[in-house]
């Protein structure tokens, strides 16, 4: 049998991170959030999400790495990345 999946894109992968994410299969989902941003590195949202479970899992210098690059990317997001890294940089 023939699978006719095929290359997953960069927003699929991202909606996989966040099942994932929401069964509570971390690492799966840092996995998938990692391969989209593989696929494209100027995706925002998945270095967003990818930072906030990081900060979540207590993995602060990875978060903390993933919300320079959000506000590199999208500095109008500094209001939902700001937390992260406050709180990332005092642990």
């Not at 993995?59 to 997001?77: D, F, G």
């Amino acid at each position: 049998m023939v699978s006719d999946e095929g290359p997953k894109s960069h927003y699929d992968l991202y909606r996989t991170a966040r099942s994932h994410e929401a069964h509570g299969r971390y690492e799966e989902a840092l996995k998938a959030y990692a391969e989209a941003i593989e696929k494209s590195s100027d995706y925002a949202d998945a270095w967003f999400y990818k930072g906030r479970l990081h900060h979540r899992l207590n993995q602060h210098e990875e978060a903390i790495c993933c919300a320079e690059r959000v506000l590199a990317l999208k500095p109008s997001w500094e209001k939902h990345v700001r937390p992260i890294l406050d709180s990332s940089a005092m642990k």
